[in-house]
């Protein structure tokens, strides 16, 4: 599995856009790069999933670069309630994932 | 995106007896079904992986025999903690995947198991 790394934790205020990056130096050529939000006490909500270049919804933007070592989650003008902790992920479809600490962001008014 | 689900929620047992907790991946067939613990302020820890209709893989230091997964069917997985004891009080959670590439693996709300 793929390891990843990602800042501990992140501080915005609301309405501000924030970027998380997440290096992935060994990624596979069959991983996808995926992000998910927990809140306490609950499970992982699907953010989004990307493999190469630019994906968006709803939610938020995936940035990938051509070598795919790396990635960036951009959350636009985020609210308090997105206060969770962010966790980035590479997989092979179908396989376990391997949670790391991920990034505790806190959004503050 | 894709619902899971688990049932119960929450629960509280006393030591030495066994709790099921199941997982429903309710407008998908789920071929893998993972199951995962997750203490205070810790991150998620595989505990074992199921695919329907055979015999769980189990992570290193997780007890089988404990731990009784059954993936009987592309919609159901469940999670039997056997002879439970304080130290298992822990959050589980499920999650579900399909062998489609660009299908992400979607997560239960979790189970909160308590044991006095």
């Known amino acids: 599995l793929a390891k990843t790394t990602q800042p501990i934790s992140m501080d915005s205020y609301e309405g501000q856009e924030v970027n998380i990056t997440c290096s992935h130096n060994n990624i596979a050529t069959n991983d996808y790069i995926t992000w998910y939000q927990q809140f306490p006490s609950q499970g992982p909500r699907f953010i989004i999933q990307?493999?190469?270049t630019k994906v968006t919804n709803e939610v938020a933007s995936l940035f990938i670069p051509a070598d795919r070592k790396s990635s960036t989650l951009s959350l636009p003008r985020v609210s308090l309630s997105d206060t969770a902790v962010y966790y980035c992920?590479?997989?092979?479809?179908?396989?376990?994932?391997?949670f790391g600490k991920g990034t505790s962001l806190l959004v503050t008014p | 995106g894709a619902v899971v689900s688990q049932h119960p929620s929450w629960v509280i047992c006393k030591s030495g007896t066994s709790v099921k907790i199941e997982c429903r991946s309710l407008?998908?067939?789920?071929?893998?079904m993972f199951w995962y613990r997750q203490f205070p302020k810790q991150s998620l820890m595989l505990m074992a992986t199921s695919n329907e209709g055979s015999k769980a893989t189990y992570e290193q230091g997780v007890e089988k025999d404990k731990f009784l997964i059954n993936h009987a069917s592309l919609t159901l997985s469940t999670l039997t903690v056997t002879s439970a004891h304080p130290e298992d009080s822990s959050f589980y959670i499920c999650?579900?995947?399909?062998?489609?590439?660009?299908?992400?693996?979607?997560f239960g709300p979790g189970t909160r198991l308590t044991v006095t």
């Open positions: 999650s579900a995947s399909t062998r489609d590439p660009n299908r992400a693996q979607y």
């Open positions: 407008d998908f067939q789920a071929t893998t």
């Open positions: 990307g493999y190469k």
């Open positions: 992920l590479v997989k092979d479809s179908g396989y376990a994932l391997n």
